[in-house]
């Protein structure tokens, strides 16, 4: 849905490209960008601007630049690598210097990475340019009137002697200590002392399989792997980045990866959980407070929280020289104000993003947040709620001020229009905690006051016997044929093989109850999955097909049930279609309360109560599943090891037969398709 909707977002921008190109004739324009951000499904809108195009720099002369940041007094250094030089480029004064160092030779053959640092040490000043050069396998170092100070090539280590040092990207923190993104790398981020000296990799990719692949990996011989080009290679680092936290960020681009990193210490991903708009990022940058910008290949910057939340995106790919819009995005940077440049390394220029409002009001209220200011940023998500009444990150920053504030109820409500199930598994757990302790006594002492009454109405009754006329009543509808057959069941889940045996005699049940119990069973299960409360609820109702699940409801019991007869069939069972149907029927008491039982339950845990809701559900279904395997022993007059062998066969069978509808289902499908096209061909031919 999300890929759907970015593919008609570049749609319309096509159609209002191809509209204007008769009257562009520079790179820049007054066309904006769209911003996008999510629903409650988690599928992207269209919101309020988050930011407008400002400037666009085609009077650089830059060729094929390759990476950007931004020094304290907001001068942009560019890695112009087409021209094999650094560009400082001032903005406001709209000035430009540049270097390219000659030492006799020059130094650069293809600078492509470059860090400016933020601040001073004993080991770097503030202004300091390290510039990474992959055509040249080194990095150097520069002050910031572009003196070399400072040349890094391979690292001298055994560790290191068989690997190739080709330096794409570079970032450094106070200590010197450089983060260097090789060329090709799959070991992960190369880390260099201030010296140059090999400290190790300081964080790498996982490969990460499907669940088809790793199945492939245990049955297949190596050439079968082969053959199949499996990339068993990690995939390799983009960008790495360092905030003046000494915070190290990277990126990555490629599929099942953590393409967005912010490393602790010892380099492991603090925003592991973080949901990532797109697979092919290039760069990425962070603000003073921490807010994350990335740039992906197709055009699109994202914006996420310090923690990792996202917050919405705009851009996207269109190679006619509209402001917002990219051929190829190369790099990101942040300024002090706010402003994100961009670099279009395909059209050869510089654009910046100017953010409105809208966006400024949503970075000052997670600012407050983060300076535990809770009221003032209630204040400002509501703002950013008049202008997006249905923005899904305003909900929930205001909910999580909310919590701070111990305003629970309120959390909780801004949090479930949110959809953020984990937080509001802690606010209700507040809430939760506050009615026990004033109504524990209370409700203790109504249950009390409930048990004396229930013994003394007892007691009275078994004197004066008034409250026969009800018991009369219950045991007249107890007695009507349908009921008495559905309430069998209860014999069945507490004697099963006296209730089997009695079963297929035709003494109690029959087919109606049975057909009775599998649609309550159905009910049962539907309130399971559709009915839940919200903290456990995590599909809505709408989003689901009922006649799929229906259909699969009776597909499943039916194909079980069919199976089972030939099966047994052909195995010397006693029992007939009908009595194995009636078996299974009255084995499902069980699994329907522990679909009804674990429901309700969820509306009064928490996300700590899971593994009880797990708990209750699993012995229904374990249970019924037992009442199953009895039915087949019983009815079939089968020992254990004729019931297991039954039941095993049975399955396999219920399984080929799904396969083969899944092949017959497919092969129709490509015949209908193929017939269509041959129709079409046809009328081609006869229209010519």
């Known amino acids: 849905m999300k890929i759907v909707k970015k593919a008609s977002v570049l749609f319309v921008l096509l159609l209002v490209a191809a509209l204007a190109s008769g009257t562009l004739r520079v790179f820049a324009s007054s066309s904006t960008t769209y911003t996008y951000a999510f629903d409650e499904d988690r599928d992207y809108v269209q919101t309020q ?97 572009g003196t070399l100070l400072e040349s890094f090539g391979k690292p001298n280590s055994i560790m290191y002697e068989t690997l190739a040092f080709e330096p794409e990207k570079v970032a450094v923190d106070k200590a010197g200590i450089m983060y260097v993104v090789s060329k090709g790398s799959s070991d992960g981020v190369v880390q260099l002392s201030n010296t140059g000296e090999f400290l190790g990799f300081f964080s790498s990719n996982k490969v990460n399989l499907t ?83 990335t740039a992906d290949q197709s ?70 947040y983060d300076e535990t200011r809770y009221e003032e940023a209630v204040v400002l998500w509501k703002a950013v709620l008049r202008l997006n009444q249905m923005s899904m990150l305003a909900h929930n920053g205001i909910a999580k001020n909310y919590l701070q504030l111990e305003e629970y109820a309120l959390a909780a409500e801004h949090f479930q229009i949110a959809g953020n199930r984990e937080l509001y598994s802690e606010a209700f757990w507040e809430l939760r905690n ?71 005699k035709k003494r109690h049940g029959s087919y109606a109850g049975a057909i009775a119990l599998l649609v309550i069973t159905f009910g049962a299960y539907l309130l399971f999955i559709a009915g839940k409360g919200f903290i456990f609820q995590t599909t809505d109702l709408k989003d689901m097909d009922l006649s799929s699940i229906i259909l699969g409801f009776l597909a499943i019991v039916g194909l079980f049930v069919l199976c089972s007869y030939l099966v047994t069939s052909i195995q010397d069972g006693e029992g007939t279609l009908g009595e194995i149907f009636k078996g299974v029927a009255y084995s499902m008491l069980p699994f329907i309360l522990g679909c009804v039982v674990s429901t309700l339950v969820s509306y009064v845990a928490t996300t700590n109560e899971l593994f009880l809701l797990n708990v209750i559900f699993g012995i229904g279904l374990a249970w019924s599943l037992l009442l199953v395997f009895i039915s087949i022993s019983e009815i079939q007059n089968y020992t254990f090891g004729e019931t297991v062998k039954s039941i095993l066969l049975t399955v396999l069978f219920l399984i080929v037969i799904l396969l083969v509808f899944a092949f017959v289902q497919m092969t129709i499908k490509q015949l209908f398709t193929f017939l269509i096209e041959i129709v079409k061909e046809a009328f081609r031919h006869v229209l010519g």
């Open 434 to 504: 506050i009615w026990l302790q004033a109504n524990l006594l209370p409700t203790l002492g109504l249950i009390l006051l409930g048990v004396v009454l229930f013994a003394a109405v007892g007691l009275a009754d078994r004197k004066t016997h008034f409250l026969a006329p009800v018991r009369a009543f219950g045991a007249k509808i107890a007695a009507n044929r349908i009921i008495a057959d559905v309430l069998y069941a209860k014999n069945v889940a507490k004697k099963p093989s006296d209730a089997f045996y009695y079963l297929k």
């Open 211 to 293: 669940l088809r692949q790793q199945f492939q990996q245990f049955i297949y011989t190596q050439e079968q792997l082969d053959n199949l080009n499996i990339n068993l290679t990690p995939p390799v680092f983009t960008s790495v980045f360092i905030d003046d936290g000494g915070i190290v960020y990277s990126s990555s681009s490629g599929l099942r990866v953590e393409n967005i990193k912010k490393h602790t210490t010892q380099g492991t991903n603090m925003l592991s959980e973080m949901y990532i708009s797109s697979a092919k990022l290039v760069d990425v940058s962070v603000d003073d407070p921490g807010i994350i910008y």
């Open 299 to 368: 055009g699109w910057i994202d914006v996420y929280t310090n923690d990792g939340e996202f917050i919405y995106t705009f851009g996207s790919y269109l190679d006619l020289g509209i402001a917002g819009l990219f051929k190829s995005l190369a790099a990101i940077a942040v300024d002090q104000s706010g402003q994100i440049w961009t670099l279009d390394s395909g059209n050869s220029y510089l654009q910046s993003f100017v953010p409105t409002e809208y966006a400024s009001t949503i970075y000052q209220a997670i600012a407050l």
């Open 49 to 145: 601007d988050a930011y407008l195009p400002g400037q666009t720099i085609t009077s650089l002369g830059l060729k094929s630049p390759a990476d950007l940041a931004v020094n304290n007094e907001g001068e942009l250094v560019i890695a112009d690598a087409g021209n094999a030089r650094i560009v400082i480029y001032d903005p406001i004064a709209n000035t430009m210097t540049s270097f390219a160092p000659e030492a006799p030779d020059p130094l650069f053959s293809n600078p492509t990475g470059v860090f400016v640092c933020r601040e001073s040490s004993a080991y770097v000043a503030e202004g300091d340019i390290y510039v990474a050069d992959s055509a040249a396998g080194r990095v150097f170092h520069f002050s910031a009137d």
